[in-house]
């Protein structure tokens, strides 16, 4: 292709770069499937480990600030330090999670979703369609006080008004046994920004969306994030809803479950914090492997930042150091940036370039069902002829099936 035929841009992207594997893989998709192709335009933003500590994390900041102006971001995947990390990169500070500052920065809902492909199949049979898991990001047990109580103690909840009234209710009189109490919160701005990013994210999926929590037994706390939901949509999202031809519903987390289980897939299920953190897990597994597991952080503002859910792979990054060829599965990365650039396309008008996109990601696809994969995901494929190959050599695999379809 001549440089004069590649896609044009008109507004920018965030390109936000990684660690380890992920740093690598991410130069070599650039390289091989997008700048053969789009004359891409990125504002660039290196969220490697090294550059967060020189500049003390204000690069994090930066690039949320910067996705909040464009709109559309695309992120690697980045350590996020413990001690032993600190110590690696004799680092200034145990930095925080940079997908936690960029959380807090957009005030964004995860939603994360399988890559189905023919081949590696879920291990529930009868789910033919992706199951999109939203997880409310705020509060609940991620930001309780909790202590052990000894014997003979009474523990009470007590809520000071603004006037300075107390309200005490009592929680429990230890009388016979030490024993352990939690307080935990949430609160309504953030139950309300959940709700319109799973109302948005539905309608732009066009797919139905349920809420679940167990307001039977949490007749005040999960009752409220009940009703904000229902308040939310029938005040705002009930019409469209309706025009798009899908549905919102309630239902309790037990049914939820139930229900998923026999279910085809093809929906969005909105969950609390911890059962979000749970059945994301449970989902990635069931469906087969993190390396198709795609996320996007959606803003209530609008605003979309596209990511693996997979970490850095630290393991194969150490071999690939030591000069050995590791076969790191590159789908969701791609995936982050072919997700970016159709929201890119679709947000400018820019329809040549929503193409390229679905045509990278069929390309993807195809290249998977025709038997070409990383080691892991050949240890889950149902095909007969397969072939392993290395990052490297799957992204030109991948990028001969695109020159196929975009002939
Ligand atoms: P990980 O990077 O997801 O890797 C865990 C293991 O899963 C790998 O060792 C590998 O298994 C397999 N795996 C994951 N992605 C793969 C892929 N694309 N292709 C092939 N195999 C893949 O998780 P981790 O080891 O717990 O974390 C490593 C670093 O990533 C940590 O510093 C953590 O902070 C960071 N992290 C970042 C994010 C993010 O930026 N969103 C998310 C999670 C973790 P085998 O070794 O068996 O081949
Ligand atoms: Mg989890």
């Not at 979000?276 to 390396?291: E, I, N, P």
Request: charged residues 30%; proline residues 3%; hydrophobic residues 35%.
């Amino acid at each position: 292709m001549s440089s004069k035929s590649k896609i044009r841009m008109t507004t920018p992207i965030v390109e936000m770069d990684g660690d380890e594997m992920t740093r690598v893989i991410w130069k070599w998709i650039k390289d091989i499937l997008i700048f053969p192709y789009v004359d891409l335009k990125t504002e660039y933003y290196d969220l490697g480990l090294k550059n967060r500590d020189a500049t003390a994390d204000i690069v994090t900041v930066e690039a949320s600030e910067a996705t909040k102006r464009l709109g559309v971001a695309v992120k690697c995947a980045t350590i996020t330090p413990n001690a032993a990390r600190v110590e690696e990169y004799s680092l200034k500070e145990m930095w925080k999670s940079p997908n936690g500052t960029i959380r807090a920065i957009l005030d964004g809902t995860v939603f994360r979703t399988p890559i189905i492909v023919k081949g590696i199949e879920p291990y529930v049979p009868t789910w033919k369609k992706p199951i999109t898991i939203a997880r409310h990001a705020y509060g609940d047990i991620y930001k309780n006080t909790e202590t052990k109580v000894p014997k003979g103690s009474k523990a009470e909840l007590v809520v000071t008004d603004p006037d300075g009234n107390e309200k005490r209710l009592l929680i429990h009189e230890f009388k016979d046994s030490d024993g352990i109490v939690q307080g935990v919160h949430n609160v309504d701005s953030s139950i309300s920004s959940f709700a319109r990013s799973c109302f948005n994210y539905a309608l732009e999926r066009r797919e139905t969306i349920w809420f679940a929590a167990k307001d039977t037994i949490s007749k005040t706390y999960d009752h409220r994030f009940k009703d904000i939901f229902a308040e939310i949509f029938e005040n705002e999202y009930k019409k469209r809803f309706e025009e798009a031809g899908i549905e919102y519903f309630y239902t309790l987390i037990d049914d939820a479950v139930a229900r998923v289980i026999r279910s085809e897939g093809g929906f969005i299920w909105a969950c609390k914090n911890y059962d979000g953190d749970v059945m994301s897990d449970m989902l990635a597994t069931a469906y087969g492997s993190l390396g198709l597991m795609t996320s996007v952080l959606v803003s209530p503002g609008g605003a979309y930042e596209y990511e693996a859910a997979h970490g850095t792979v630290t393991r194969h990054y150490y071999s690939y150091l030591e000069g050995k060829k590791e076969s790191t599965n590159p789908i969701a990365t791609i995936f982050a940036w072919t997700g970016a650039l159709k929201k890119r396309g679709e947000l400018d008008g820019n329809t040549e370039l929503a193409e390229f996109a679905e045509d990278l990601e069929k390309a993807s696809v195809l290249t998977m069902e025709e038997g070409v994969m990383d080691k892991n995901l050949s240890l889950l494929s149902k095909l007969e002829n397969k072939k392993i190959v290395y990052s490297e050599e799957f992204l030109y695999e991948i990028r001969e099936r695109l020159d196929r379809i975009r002939k």
